[in-house]
Every structure is written in C-alpha cells, then in structure tokens.
C-alpha cells in the first residue's frame, strides 16, 4: 500500500485543516488506519486511528472533541479533520495503515512498529 497525505498548511488559531491520505496499490479496507504527528525535537505520535471495519475511532486526549477520523473505502482515503487548532498542534502529520489485529489493543495502537505503511508527511503549522 503506497500512501499520501496532504492537507496540511498554515493557519491562525482557532481554524480548521481537513487532512487527507489517499491509498494506491492495494484497497485499505482491510487495513486498520490512523494518523501520527511529529512537533520538532519530539517523538512521533499517535493522534487518531480507525479500525477496518470503520466501527471504532481512537484519539489521544489532546484532541479529544476537536479532531475527527473517517475514512471512504470507496475513495480509498482517510481524513482527518481538525478543528479548533493551536498552536501545540504544530507538527508533521502523517498516516500510517496495518493489518495487525493487536491494533485493537491500546496498549499496541500508538506504537509506530505496529504499522506496516506509511505516508510521507504534511506539515501543519498553527500560528496564535
């Protein structure tokens, strides 16, 4: 599976980004989904995830109530909308899909080792 997010840009806080991954090579509806981020000099990490069957959504609490993941089989995307943003959320986002079944585990989801396909990165860049 080959991926390619985009979406990513400059905005005040406050404002709204709709990320997009767009898969090619294979179709993810088999494939557990979820977005990542990386804030300069810090870990990549988990932010949103989608499980195949599009019947569970997974955030980290800092975008809890303002971050959205879906997903369009028939596009072979996932989205992920932004809303609120601030500055913290400043960072590289990128998507990420595996088949693993451990995904369902909260103890495994957030560990980038469990994914098996990523996309390059989009940056957001929120300025207050």
């Known amino acids: 599976v080959q991926l390619q997010a985009y979406g990513g840009g400059l905005v005040q806080a406050g404002g709204s980004l709709r990320l997009s991954c767009a898969a090619s090579?294979?179709?993810?509806?088999?494939?557990?989904m979820a977005w990542f981020r990386q804030a300069p000099g810090k870990e990549r990490e988990f932010v949103a995830g989608?499980?195949?069957?599009?019947?569970?959504?997974y955030y980290t609490d800092s975008v809890k109530g303002r971050f959205t993941i879906s997903r369009d089989n028939a596009k072979n995307t996932v989205y992920l909308q932004m809303n609120s943003l601030k500055p913290e959320d400043t960072a590289v986002y990128s998507c990420?899909?595996?088949?693993?079944?451990?995904?369902?585990?909260?103890?495994?989801?957030?560990?980038?080792?469990?994914?098996?396909?990523w996309g390059q990165g989009t940056l957001v860049t929120v300025s207050s």
């Open positions: 090579g294979r179709p993810i509806s088999r494939y557990h």
């Open positions: 989608i499980n195949w069957s599009d019947t569970n959504t």
């Open positions: 990420a899909a595996t088949a693993n079944s451990i995904y369902g585990s909260i103890t495994y989801r957030g560990r980038t080792t469990l994914y098996d396909y």
